[in-house]
C-alpha cells in the first residue's frame, strides 16, 4: 500500500503526460469493448428479426438474397412468384400457416409491403414474440396502411392521415399512385426489426394500384383508373414476391423444402431463416475479424505509449530513484513503484473506457436504432467482455516489466556508484 500511494503520487507530480496516456487507454479500451458489443448486438438483432417460421419461399436464386429482400427489406427480387403456385404449396398438409409478401413499392423512402391480415397474427420476432399495435386496428379495407414505429416517429403521422405510396423502392420515385391514396389506420408497437421501416398494406391494395398498368409500363396521363373504379375490379394477386410457411412440425421442414425445390410448374427456392442467417454471418465474417484485429492493435498502441512515456521518463528520474535509495528503498520497491504506476494506470484508463464506452451508447443507441435498425443493449459487461479486460490487465503487466526491470537495473548501479 505505502508503494501504491508512492506511486499515485509519483503519476499526480507527472499529470500532463499521465493524463496522455489515460485518454489513449481509455480510448482504447472503449473501442475494443464498443467494437466487440455491435459484433454481438448486430449478430443478436439479426438473429431476432425473424422468428418461428420455418420456411422462406421465393423465386429460384441465392439463398441470402431472398432472406434480405423478404425479410430485411434489403435489394429486390429477381423474379416473382405466381398466385397459384402460391395457393397450390400452401394445400400441403404440413403447411400450418403462411404469409405472403408483395414488395416493389415505397413511401418517402421506407419499404411497403403488400400482405394479409395473418402476417399481424402469425409473423413472429426475437423470441417468438408477436407483433402489437401501439395505435389503432390491422388493415381491413383495400386502401388501409399499418405503419412501423419508425415511419410514425419519423413522418409524424396519426390515425385517419392520408398517404401516397410511389412506384419502385428507390428514396427518389418518379412515379406516385397519386390517384388512389390509402388512410393510415394503425401504427405497430416498436420491435428494433426491419418491421419499423415498413409500410403495411394488403395484397388487395398493392394490385388496386397497379390494375391500369400493363407489362411494368404505367398508365398514360388521364387514362389511369381512379381508386373507386379499381374497387370494381378483381383484386385477386397474380404474382407476389415471396411467402412464409410455419409447419405443424418442424420435423417435415427438409420435406417440405425437398418439395418445393422440386417444384415443376415454376423455379422456385425454399430456405430454412436459420441457415441462410448462418450463411450470411459466415460471408461477414472476415469483415468481423478484421475490426476485432483494429481494434486489439489501437489497444496493442495504448500500452505502447503507456511503455514508452514511462520509459522516457527513467532518465529524468534517475535522481528520484537515488533519493528513494538514500532513504531506504531496495532495488525490488523501485521494480514496485514502476509496476504500480503502470498498473494504476491501466486500472483508471479501463475505468474511463468503460465510462466513455456506456457514455457513447447511452447517446448513440436511438441514433443507431433509427438509422441502421440496430438496437444495441445497453447492459452490464459480459463474461466475454471481462475476458477481453483481464486479457488487457495482462498484456499492461507484460508490458510494463520492461521499464521496471530497466529502472531496477538503474536502481542497482546508482546505488553502487557514487555521482558528484
Known amino acids: 500500500m505505502p508503494m501504491l500511494k508512492l506511486a499515485l503520487k509519483s503519476l499526480w507530480n507527472r499529470r500532463f503526460t499521465a493524463m496522455l496516456t489515460l485518454i489513449s487507454i ?98 413472429r420476432y426475437g423470441h417468438k414474440q408477436s407483433l402489437v399495435f401501439s395505435q389503432g386496428v390491422p388493415f381491413s379495407g383495400v386502401y388501409d396502411a399499418v405503419l412501423g414505429a419508425d415511419v410514425e416517429a419519423k413522418l409524424h403521422y396519426k390515425l385517419g392521415r392520408k398517404i401516397i405510396l410511389a412506384h419502385g423502392a428507390g428514396g427518389i420515385s418518379l412515379f406516385k399512385h397519386s390517384n388512389k391514396p390509402f388512410t393510415v389506420v394503425g401504427v405497430l ?68 423444402q425437398r418439395h418445393i425445390n422440386n417444384y415443376p410448374q415454376e423455379p422456385l427456392l425454399a430456405i430454412l431463416p436459420g441457415v441462410a442467417l448462418q450463411q450470411l454471418w459466415d460471408m461477414m465474417g472476415v469483415a468481423e475479424k478484421a475490426l476485432l484485429a483494429i481494434s486489439l492493435l489501437v489497444v496493442l498502441v495504448g500500452l505502447t505509449g503507456m511503455t514508452t512515456v514511462i520509459l522516457t521518463s527513467l532518465n529524468e528520474r534517475r535522481r528520484e530513484m537515488a533519493i528513494l535509495r538514500s532513504v531506504g528503498a531496495r532495488p525490488l520497491h523501485v521494480f514496485i513503484l514502476i509496476m504500480g504506476e503502470a498498473i494504476s494506470l491501466t486500472l483508471i484508463g479501463t475505468v474511463l473506457g468503460l465510462i466513455l464506452l456506456y457514455a457513447l451508447l447511452w447517446v448513440g443507441q436511438p441514433i443507431i436504432e433509427t438509422q441502421f435498425g440496430l438496437f444495441i443493449n445497453i447492459d452490464w459487461p459480459t463474461n466475454y467482455e471481462f475476458t477481453l479486460l483481464g486479457i488487457l490487465f495482462a498484456a499492461s503487466l507484460l508490458v510494463s516489466f520492461i521499464p521496471a526491470y530497466r529502472a531496477y537495473r538503474y536502481s542497482l548501479s546508482d546505488g553502487m556508484t557514487i555521482r558528484i
Open 26 to 123: 481509455a480510448l482504447s479500451v472503449a473501442l475494443l469493448l464498443g467494437v466487440e458489443r455491435v459484433r454481438t448486438e448486430a449478430r443478436s438483432s439479426f438473429a431476432n428479426t425473424i422468428s418461428g417460421t420455418d420456411l422462406i419461399v421465393g423465386a429460384r436464386g441465392g439463398p441470402i438474397p431472398l432472406l434480405l429482400y423478404s425479410v430485411f427489406r434489403i435489394g429486390d427480387a429477381t423474379n416473382n412468384i405466381s398466385w397459384k403456385s402460391y395457393l397450390d404449396i400452401i394445400k400441403d398438409p404440413h403447411v400450418d400457416w403462411s404469409i405472403p409478401i408483395s414488395l416493389g413499392d415505397s413511401h418517402k423512402g421506407f419499404r411497403v409491403l403488400g400482405t394479409t391480415p395473418a402476417y399481424f397474427q402469425h409473423y
Open 189 to 256: 408497437a416498436k420491435t428494433g426489426t426491419p418491421v419499423d421501416r415498413t409500410v403495411h398494406v394488403s395484397l388487395a391494395g398493392i394490385e388496386a394500384i397497379h390494375i391500369d398498368w400493363h407489362n411494368g409500363n404505367r398508365p398514360l396521363p388521364g387514362m389511369g383508373m381512379s381508386a373507386k373504379e379499381a374497387l370494381k375490379q378483381d383484386l385477386t394477386p397474380k404474382t407476389i414476391t415471396a411467402f412464409l410457411l410455419g409447419l405443424k412440425s418442424r420435423i417435415s421442414a427438409f420435406t417440405v
